[in-house]
């Protein structure tokens, strides 16, 4: 317990599925956490928490959102030392009837909101003496996945720019890492089209035999948090269950 004890970590998406369970296991380990997302049900995931936990109305795409959630942070608990880049969106639809405005959003939701939010949280983690940022992707990051262009084409941006990342703010003192989840039982993964059959297949190839749970990412989000991940950066860390093997 109290890996994360006295600091303070900025959890978007945190409305639902890995994003509230982001921002409860960092709580529980000791750290004070802002939630933030588009959708209102993040209060009810902080009020849960408690007085460690603040709800910002978020949309990632927006620098100053940005900047409101970070100044809102340092007011409430002081500087912050951990962002956990978790908003996401997936659409599944091939390529040739995939409007453009959907794509955007995909894009925008998924690459932009986590370069504005590495952009937002670098200066004021480099003067606070470092920090540690995790950029939630996917194992669509690293295969492409037919019925899904937007969503693989922004998690590779994501992966790539966690590795640019790590290297430009190495020297102030910030690590910067990405976790890979797989199949995960998130309300993202049921809402997509034929997601029962989908589960099932992906339960019959992986090698566990079943589909995460948000408390397993959840755990290795904590770690690259931590000081047990301290000379840990510019890594991405697979959470699928030995899907892609």
């Known amino acids: 317990m ?3 004890r006295g600091r303070v970590a900025i959890v978007t998406g945190a ?3 890995m994003g509230a369970s982001h921002a409860r296991v960092l709580a529980a380990e000791g750290a004070r956490v802002v939630l933030t997302d588009v ?23 927006n620098a100053d959102d940005w900047a409101r959630v970070v100044e809102r942070a340092e007011g409430a608990f002081g ?11 997936a659409d599944h639809e091939p390529i040739e009837s995939l409007s453009e405005e959907r794509f955007r959003r995909e894009w925008e939701v998924n690459a932009l909101g986590v370069f504005l939010g590495m952009k937002a949280v670098v200066g004021p983690m480099a003067r606070a003496g470092g920090g540690s940022i995790v950029n939630v992707c996917s194992i669509s990051s690293m295969v492409g ?14 992966y790539g720019m966690t590795r640019v990342a790590a290297k430009e703010f190495g020297p102030k003192g910030i690590r910067v890492n990405s976790v890979h989840p797989g199949p995960i039982d998130t309300p993202l993964l049921h809402d997509a089209p034929g997601s ?3 589960v099932l297949m992906m339960k019959e190839m992986s090698p566990l035999g079943r589909i995460g749970a948000p408390e ?26 030995g899907l892609l093997a």
């Open 2 to 4: 109290g890996r994360v």
């Open 15 to 17: 409305a639902r599925g």
């Open 39 to 61: 959708d209102a049900a993040g209060e009810g995931v902080a009020a849960r928490i408690g007085d460690g936990a603040l709800f910002v109305r978020h949309d990632v795409r």
């Open 79 to 89: 500087s912050v030392d951990i962002l956990v880049n978790n908003a996401g969106v």
């Open 145 to 158: 996945e037919a019925g899904a262009v937007g969503y693989t084409a922004s998690k590779f941006a994501a």
């Open 196 to 198: 029962a059959d989908a």
């Open 216 to 241: 397993e990412v959840s755990a290795v989000v904590l770690f690259l948090a931590s000081d047990d991940a301290r000379f840990v950066t510019g890594s991405g860390y697979v959470v699928d269950g």
